[in-house]
């Protein structure tokens, strides 16, 4: 696996490095050594699929008060994924990064507590795959508004499909 470090500390784009033949290909997704290896601790406890079968679905923005950390990849399909900091103390503060991942690719986005997440589905029938550090602690779900002006996110287009609670999150008071 390639980490590459974004523009938001702790936030880390990840290239799989795929062995390929004539059946396909092969490749590492995870693994506590390499990711170590790169700085990061993490050790997924939870694995949860995100199934959207509609393009232009948006999802997120979205963070849990556990100071939960996750792996997010796309399985199937391509999405435009985002993160926003959160963080009080960071100095890249409401600052957001966006990029595709794509499931022929298998690239991945490490997403460190105090940041959240959020999608657009880029075609029809996207899979998301989470990997996550924590159990699921019910309560502990938090969101942000997708298009809070104190972010500016660049949508690449206007939301097809985007459930209530998404479209009516709190905005961010700085």
Request: net charge negative; hydrophobic share 40%; with cysteine.
């Amino acid at each position: 696996m390639k980490f590459h470090q974004t523009a938001l500390a702790g936030v880390y784009s990840i290239e799989a490095e795929p062995i390929s033949d004539e059946r396909g290909f092969f490749a590492r997704l995870q693994c506590p050594t390499e990711f170590g290896s790169a700085g990061i601790a993490f050790e997924p406890r939870q694995s949860s699929l995100s199934r959207n079968t509609a393009e232009r679905t948006l999802r997120g923005m979205h963070f849990a008060d556990t100071d939960e950390a996750k792996l997010v990849r796309c399985v199937r399909g391509r999405i435009f994924d985002v993160v926003v900091d959160l963080r009080a103390s960071s100095k890249t503060r409401y600052r957001w990064i966006g990029l595709d991942l794509d499931a022929t690719l298998a690239n991945a986005l490490f997403v460190p507590p105090g940041v959240a997440h959020g999608f657009m589905t880029l075609e029809a029938d996207c899979d998301v795959l989470y990997q996550i550090d924590r159990l699921h602690a019910p309560g502990s779900d938090r969101g942000v508004r997708w298009d809070d002006p104190a972010f500016s996110i660049a949508w690449p287009a206007a939301p097809a499909i985007i459930n209530e609670r998404d479209r009516n999150y709190d905005l961010v008071r700085s």
